[in-house]
């Protein structure tokens, strides 16, 4: 029995508080109390001792040991197994994009669950670190990485906000007519280097290379995929959007490519959203030059992605996908992907 005790710890130890409560939930216990406390509450009908009397939740708490690991391990294994239909997020690699869903699942083993991926490369974990809520992402990020304060001279830090994203979820649901199937270029930060003597902007350059493999190459080249550059701002009061930096400039293996139809100082395209240019044709197999220039001391994220195109019924039957998943908190996603939507289906 102590076994079922301490595997159920490990697991725990993984759970966030949103998971904790839904497992008191389902126990029929209170759900009050910090992160700790509700381990302690779970981890009691565990113990030799049949902790309930020691907790004081009385006799109506009538699960087996049996029964709350259970509980315990369907919530741990949901945390890991991405079992829903093709959605936006659906893979950062593009690795297990084409897997069959009964493949994933029968493969499953427990993995740690901690990963670390952050857009300054480093995979250490530090005492300052923030999650993806996506069900099928949850990577850690460093604090100091990806929360950028509105106003960074005044050394307020940031924020913490209420429902945080990494970028590649949040590029994820920025156009749901493309989802992400690989990520050549990962996501690179794009950090202001300050502001000349008389207050402005001064113009950046980044220069990054990335590979294409052959077969990477075969697939851009067909016809609903493509290779696409994103950029996102990193603190965007919208989350799920494209921005592009003012005066933004970009070559790809040395060919001029637009980025955006709008004038250089004008934030933002039409609707309040920017596009992401598609490369697919300035693009080789091997190494591959990307350079961006802007006029712009905002910290911005960016990219190269494989995207395959979904066609309007896959949109529909993904926004009703995520209402059924999400719920209420899906409007804010549906707000943006019909707009978005809409934009494409009276676009030229
Ligand atoms: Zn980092
Ligand atoms: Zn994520």
Redesign the pocket.
């Known amino acids: 029995m102590a076994d079922l005790a301490s595997t159920c710890k490990d697991k725990l130890a993984y759970f966030r508080i949103k998971e904790l409560k839904d497992i008191l939930h389902q126990l029929g216990l209170p759900k009050q109390g910090k992160k700790q406390d509700l381990i302690d509450r779970v981890l009691a009908l565990l113990s030799d001792e049949q902790g309930q009397r020691h907790h004081g939740w009385g006799r109506k708490n009538s699960f087996t040991k049996e029964a709350v690991a259970k509980i315990v391990d369907d919530i741990y294994r949901k945390m890991q197994i991405q079992s829903a239909p093709d959605l936006a ?1 659906r893979s950062h690699t593009g690795s297990d994009l084409f897997r069959p869903k009964d493949e994933v699942n029968d493969s499953f083993q427990p993995q740690p669950v901690t990963k670390v991926r952050c857009i300054c490369d480093s995979k250490l974990l530090n005492d300052n670190m923030i999650q ?1 809520e ?1 069900d099928r ?3 850690w990020q460093h604090m100091s990485c990806v929360l950028v304060p509105d106003k960074p001279t005044e050394g307020v830090g940031p924020e913490v906000p209420p429902h945080f ?2 970028e ?2 949040r590029l994820s649901r920025a156009d749901p007519f493309w989802v992400t199937t690989g990520n050549p270029l990962p996501p690179l930060k794009f950090m202001s280097s300050g502001v000349a003597n008389d207050g402005t902007s001064v113009l950046q350059t980044v220069e990054k290379t990335f590979q294409l493999s052959r077969a990477d190459r075969e697939t851009v080249q067909r016809s609903e995929y493509d290779l696409q550059v994103w950029c996102i701002l990193m603190n965007d009061k919208v989350q799920f959007r494209m921005q592009w930096p003012q005066y933004a400039e970009l070559e790809v293996n040395g060919f001029a490519v637009r980025v955006v139809t709008r004038p250089g100082s004008q934030l933002l395209g039409i609707n309040g959203r920017d596009d992401g240019p598609l490369i697919t044709t300035c693009s080789r197999e091997g190494t591959n030059k990307i350079c961006l220039r802007r006029v712009d001391n905002r910290t911005f994220c960016f990219g190269v992605r494989v995207a395959r195109r979904r066609s309007v019924p896959q949109v529909l039957t993904l926004l009703i996908n995520l209402v059924e998943m999400i719920g209420i908190r899906c409007f804010l996603f549906l707000f943006t992907y019909l707009s978005v939507a809409f934009l494409h289906l009276t676009g030229p």
């Open positions: 997020t993806c996506d992402c949850h990577v994203y990494c590649l979820c």
